[in-house]
Antibody
Framework: DVRLVESGGGLVQPGGSLTLSCAAS????????MSWVRQAPGKGLEWVAA????????YYADSVNGRFMIARDNSNNTMSLQMKSLRAEDTAVYFC?????????????WGQGILVTVSS | SYVLTQPPSVSVAPGKTATITCGGK??????VHWFQQRPGQAPVVVIH???DRPSGIPERFSGSNSGDTATLTISSVEAGDEADYYC???????????FGPGTRVTVL
């Protein structure tokens, strides 16, 4: 079975940094694009960033471009999201999500989510 | 950027049909996917590529897409269908994944 497990969340001060990780299992990790999707408290889903199967292509929503960096390690079946210059509006549950295809498809599997709180 | 619209809420009696719309300019030319999210849980895809139903999703869930509107239909609604529903497309211009704002389905 496909399994995605996020880790690394927590409380961070505005302007601070945090790195999230996603451990994947149950599928050929390098064959699929992966994304981070977030959900602010009481709000809807927002796609944040994606990385191609090989890791050579990275893509970012305008709201995080220049502050967040997505990467993957296909040898260890893990994906990460390095977040810098964090703002209060980055407070959200962050989900790791697997694309059904190389990219541009839909998210067929999701992790359980991890909470990031940006507050002083 | 591409924008999707959804009604904030839909209320339906048990056993009746819930219809959730997702509006977007010429959305019929795109593949639309639908996610169900129950409180405190991760989203789950219930319809992908306009009308395909993943294994394990009841036949009560169906989708259509034409013109400027995609539709998720839930027939014979059950209490367990109470959740937030999101539509999603791939914007080929920006190469971004785009979600609709979500529709909360309440079973009366």
């Amino acid at each position: 079975d496909v399994r995605l497990v996020e880790s690394g969340g927590g409380l961070v001060q505005p302007g601070g940094s945090l790195t999230l990780s996603c451990a994947a299992s149950g599928f050929f990790f390098s064959h699929f694009a992966m994304s981070w999707v977030r959900q602010a408290p009481g709000k809807g889903l927002e796609w944040v960033a994606a990385v191609s199967g090989s890791g050579s292509g990275t893509y970012y929503a305008d709201s995080v471009n220049g502050r967040f960096m997505i990467a993957r390690d296909n040898s260890n079946n893990t994906m990460s999201l390095q977040m810098k210059s964090l703002r209060a509006e980055d407070t959200a549950v962050y989900f790791c999500a697997k694309d059904y295809s190389q990219r541009g498809g839909y998210f067929d599997h999701w992790g359980q989510g991890i909470l990031v709180t940006v507050s002083s | 950027s591409y924008v999707l619209t959804q009604p904030p809420s839909v209320s339906v009696a048990p056993g009746k049909t819930a219809t959730i719309t997702c509006g977007g300019k010429n959305i019929g030319s795109k593949s639309v996917h639908w996610f169900q999210q129950r409180p405190g849980q991760a989203p789950v895809v219930v319809i992908h590529t306009d009308y395909d139903r993943p294994s394990g999703i009841p036949e009560r869930f169906s989708g259509s897409n034409s013109g400027d509107t995609a539709t998720l239909t839930i027939s014979s609604v059950e209490a367990g269908d109470e959740a937030d529903y999101y539509c999603q497309v791939w914007d080929t211009y920006t190469e971004f994944y785009v979600f609709g704002p979500g529709t909360r389905v309440t079973v009366l």
